[in-house]
């Protein structure tokens, strides 16, 4: 399967202020910090959550608590894999109860990672609400989940694939929109 | 990276991705095991059998939670108190258990190549618990997993294997994993207790404790059968411990941050001193939360289907 | 009934033959080996062109296990000697260990009467050298060499007891016979299931040490040479055992020692992965021994080849290989393997070879046989050296079907086996009959 890139969506700037702007809103919504955590999901989520917890603190001064989730052993699709895959540390060093968790992650597109995350959530502690963040919405839902916090709305076809790219993780920022090519 | 094997029989012939994979696996693992919900939905819908021809209770249970906690269906089959009394085969009972639709067996047997064989004739994966005087993998991988997680890596260290290594199958999995590892292995005890050729194994060989210990990274004390003594293996338990138990004033021969492990269950007095197994310095009981996630971590790397995977 | 065996390579160690030449048979007998071209073929005739084949006396197997009676499931005579003459031998002995043990004249006579009967080649009985094979009493070995016992053994398992040995021995001698001892002491080798060193020590399995078997090899030959008796060694397996008969040979004791064809083409590497096809007492060695073995056969301190051949039914066989029965079915490949282990590394010459298969053990035990000698039995085998065959079950005719070899590539088989005038073989095929 070869990608071909279609569009340039977003570049470093236009992330940058996404991000600034969902800090804002999360901040507006909770009516500020008081037991406000971020939880990034694997892999992209949890640089994401990094950046708003620094920009809250940028905002606030306060820093707020932030963990990162491993949803591989909630996957819904693991008995039909040949191959399992990788197990990564889940790390919440704190407790859920009675938190507002924001859960981000980099795309919302069929929900069954945030149903994943959901279930994962839940078997760490009982938060008084979770709320979504994520960079990208691009439709296609199979699940009746929504976000809160969205960067960009991209109206996308099946056979499209949104690739983001952080520089933590893949050493350049952007988001594209690609072909699938068979 | 990605586990590519059907079964699981022993630690000799895996390579290190293998080792490293499981371990790698088990440490998200045992942050389960330490959680007030101490399940993962991962192995809805998978059954795991423990067909038990020893008496175990600690691998059983080990091996029966592991599953439970991964949400895994988990059925134990004691030898006692199952068809082997009315003389079945192991094949066949093997392939009664594969027809229930048995996804992971997991196998203790005091016949050395008895997971083998099963293996051979079942659909389902195979673990070996323990066969004979041959491997014990899931062992060796929870005291290759306590050492990595107490000293940072497994590269390099000396770690010594103290007891009758003649008739253990602790030992030798240790021995191949070790060393596979990157770690110095040497092996000690009574000369009536050394299996033929075990320098072969790549390891060093030693009838005097003090050689053994000097310099050691980490001593894995194994339990001695008592009943080896009556076999006319060693001449008295008395003179066992004087000569081969381990105790605080040999242990100043180690490294000063030396680590102390034994597989349990131990013969406090005889190849261990009690100041020695409650010592900080020794993870007895670690192990045993650690031999649970490295369990847990098997289970997960083997719960997918097995169509496309090399036998 | 005539028969003319056209243009093979003849080799008859014990009449110094080899040399291309046609063998005349008639009623049973070999009436003449030579020139055929004066011979004006007529319609009884029956000719076997073995033109670029190997023609040779009938193979005999010094030791082989056919199971009858008791061991029906494992083997019995019509099944044994039928892959015996797929194998190329024309006679094999029999040892004892039946069920009941062929320790009487009764057992003799039910071996001979079902040989009669119902063998495809030739069967000599062995009788126990104790009753029941149990090392504490001798069993009526004069009586037994009376009806036809060959040679008495308690194979299977040693006779532990020294004074029982000794005794034997100089029993066996009186009535003009060969102890054949299973050399193994039964404290050392307890529980082993292979060869102690580095294999046992890898696979777990408890091992039987090289010494196990030559302390017994040593006592043996102290014993036989005291008594001033012979005494042959079954299954010589280690580089000691073979230190220990050249030495004593040196020394003029009349021991003999016999090797068989899984002691040469696999070592304890071959128990890896816990296939009990290789469980075999004595055990698979390692590589130093088999090589000393080579050594022995070439330098003529070992002077017989045997089988060994010990079938067991698949259901023995498919177990935990602690829980598995010893044994190798033998028979079908032991001439391919001792050509790819001893002609094909010229360990041996092709003339020595078959003396080891023939003439030395048929000398060794007073048989009948084992040469092309005019007025002789007529027991004949044709070896085909350029055929190559992979070693599957089908055609298989042992009821043993517990080989380690299946998948192996040969070359050099048996392709007729004649026994007393009669094709019991041919083309790898049993003449029905």
Redesign the interface.
Known sequence: MNLTDKAQLMNEETIRRAITRIAHEILEKNQGVKDLVLIGIRRRGVPLALRLQQKIQEIEGVQVPLGALDITLYRDDLTTLDVQPVIHKTEVPFSLTKKTVVLVDDVLYTGRTVRAALDALIDIGRPQAIQLAVLIDRGHRELPIRADFVGKNVPTSKREVISVRVAEVDGEEGVSIQDMAE | MSWRHKDLLGLRGLEKKDIELILDTAAPMKDIIGRDIKKVPTMRGKSVVCLFYEASTRTRTSFELAGKYMSADTVNIAASSSSVVKGESLIDTGKTIDAMGTDIIIIRHGASGAPHLLAKHVKARVVNAGDGAHEHPTQALLDMFTIRERKGTLQGLTVTILGDIFHSRVARSNIWGLRTMGADVRVCGPSTLLPPDIAELGVKAYTRIDEALEGADVVNVLRLQLERQQKGLFPTIREYARTFGLNQERLKRCKEDVLVLHPGPMNRGVEIADDVADADFAAIEEQVTNGVAVRMAILYLMGGTSSGIAH | MELLIKGGRVVDPANGVDQIADIYIENGVIKAVGNSSGVSASEQVQVIDATGKLVIPGLIDIHCHLREPGGEAKETIVSGTRAAARGGFTAVCAMPNTSPVCDSQTGIEFLKARAQATGAVRVYPIGAITKGSSGQELAEMADMAACGAVAFSDDGKPVPRSDIMRLAMSYAQMVGKVIISHCEDPELAKDGAMH???W????????IPSAAEEIMVAREILLAESVGAPVHIAHVSTAGSVELIRQARQRGVDVTGEVCPHHLALTDAAVE??DTSTKVNPPLRADKDREALKQGLKEGVLTILATDHAPHTA?EK??????APFGISGLETAWPLYWKELIETGCLTVNEMVAMLTVNPARRLGLDGGTLTVGSPADVTIIDTEREETVTLEGWQSKGRNTPYVGWTLRSWPVATIVGGQVVMTNRQLVQG
Not at chain 3, 200 to 207: E, I, M
Not at chain 3, 318 to 323: S, T
């Open positions: 102690e060193g580095y046992s020590t890898v696979l777990g399995l408890r091992g992965g816990y259901e498919a177990r935990e290989y602690n829980y």
